[in-house]
């Protein structure tokens, strides 16, 4: 065999190795994460999600920096080691002759790329798109929808604002009306929420957008009540899960949704830059597509892929992720999260002066949370964590909801938070003695 030739075999072979026991991730994960879970094997969930010795292993593959603690995750994620190296390997490929390696070897990953991902999802493959963020999957549901005008999406003040910009602009351009809700979060009250959109429901109310979890601060939506209270009357609803997906460990059609889009770079630490889109498989020919698509009434999920050129390397790492998630177990790692989530705001949460602005119920909230300090905006309390602890925020200031952002991931060691607990701590005494002057 020549050598053009056992190249060219082992350069195919990479589309599906992600997906096979010669995976980068088996080849430098597996043996060690077996040994851990086979000593935590004995532990039930709780003691699990604490066993520190357990979840130094998931930290040492990520190579986040040093010099800061970063608890915005709930912005983009970092991807770890494996899944870095993954990118590198396809980009070095595509840059050996782009038009070839992209066109004619690249591009053949999608299809198992699609299956991987409907498997997690617990969806058909053929439901599945592969795209750039949830953004991007959103945006092609809001503008492809056939709606007419008069007809009412209603949504919520606290959804994200891509979205909320996407509705305004079909209504200026189609002259849908668009209906929002406001909420005053932390709601711990399923039947509450679930009610706010059956009273905004009118005879010509055609489709209901819910975000699964609140970005600003975390707060978990009853998505399936709210879904199943619409299809009562006919109304088609539409799921951001940018912040559930890869995080909570669930299957989109539990969801009772019709479309749902997600970004897979934030909770599935997938390459930075990509996205999925899943539409109901009978839903899929009316939806047009955003970019591209010669046939509008196409029943091909395919037609949301036509986005020209784009990063072939950063959709195939995606695999790789996927694997390093299901190393872990979904189940695991929300639970993990989850309580690092908990770790922090309960430390917090009765230290004078301080405000926590999302639930504690772990059916109300997952990894995101939100804190403020009496007396000081967002911005100084984001900045003082910053400036003075080297712990990475963000601050938030969107409609009723102002307050610091914390989001730890499974990377995310408990002496970081105990920092960002003392720190809290410092600066709220800090505050509190300044204001007695």
């Given at each position: ?311 072939f390397p950063i959709e195939q790492g995606i695999g790789e992720a996927i694997n390093f998630h299901e190393g872990i177990g979904p189940k695991r790692k929300e639970d993990r999260i989850r309580y690092l ?73 408990t002496q970081d938070l105990d920092k960002l607990v003392r720190a809290i701590g410092e600066i709220a005494e800090k505050t509190k003695a300044a204001k007695s002057k």
């Amino acid at each position: 065999m020549t050598n053009h030739r056992r190249n060219f075999i082992k350069q195919a072979a990479m589309l599906t190795g992600a997906f096979s026991a010669a995976s980068m991730f088996n080849q430098v994960h597996a043996e060690e994460w077996q040994s851990a879970s086979k000593r935590i094997a004995h532990l039930n969930p709780a003691q699990v999600a604490e066993d520190e010795e357990y979840w130094s292993v998931i930290q040492n593959a990520y190579t986040v920096s040093p010099t800061i603690i970063n608890l915005n995750n709930g912005g983009v994620s970092p991807s770890p080691l494996v899944v870095q190296q993954a990118v590198a390997r396809f980009n070095d490929l595509a840059n050996e002759g782009p038009s070839y390696f992209m066109w004619r070897i690249l591009d053949q990953g999608r299809e198992p790329l699609r299956e991987k991902l409907a498997e997690l999802a617990g969806t058909l493959p053929d439901e599945i798109a592969v795209n750039r963020n949830a953004t991007e999957a959103l945006n092609t549901i809001i503008y492809g929808l056939p709606l007419q005008r008069g007809d009412e999406v209603i949504g919520t003040k606290q959804d994200y604002p891509h979205m909320i910009q996407a509705y305004n602009k079909r209504a200026q351009r189609d002259g849908i009306v668009y209906k929002q809700l406001s909420f005053d979060f932390p709601i711990e009250d399923d039947d509450q929420i679930v009610q706010a959109y059956a009273d905004a429901i009118t005879p010509k109310t055609k489709l209901i957008h819910v975000t699964h979890v609140i970005n600003w601060v975390g707060q978990i939506m009853p998505v399936r009540k709210i879904c199943d209270m619409a299809h009562t009357k006919g109304i088609e609803v539409i799921v951001d899960g940018a912040h559930s997906f890869g995080l909570m460990d669930y299957k989109i059609p539990d969801l009772h949704c019709d479309y749902f889009g997600t970004s897979l770079h934030k909770f599935l630490s997938a390459p930075i830059g990509s996205g999925m889109l899943w539409i109901k498989k009978e839903k899929i020919e009316k939806v047009w597509a955003l970019v591209c698509g010669d046939k509008a009434n196409d029943p091909d999920i395919r037609k949301f892929e036509d986005l020209g050129t784009r990063s072939f390397p950063i959709e195939q790492g995606i695999g790789e992720a996927i694997n390093f998630h299901e190393g872990i177990g979904p189940k695991r790692k929300e639970d993990r999260i989850r309580y690092l989530k908990n770790y922090w705001a309960s430390r917090v949460k009765d230290i004078p002066k301080v405000k926590l602005h999302t639930s504690l119920k772990p059916q109300y909230s997952c990894a995101i949370c939100g804190v403020s300090i009496d007396g000081m905006t967002p911005g100084e309390l984001d900045n003082a964590l910053m400036n003075q602890y080297k712990i990475h925020t963000v601050g938030i200031v969107w409609e009723n909801i102002s307050c610091v952002r914390i989001t730890p991931h499974v990377y995310t060691r408990t002496q970081d938070l105990d920092k960002l607990v003392r720190a809290i701590g410092e600066i709220a005494e800090k505050t509190k003695a300044a204001k007695s002057k």
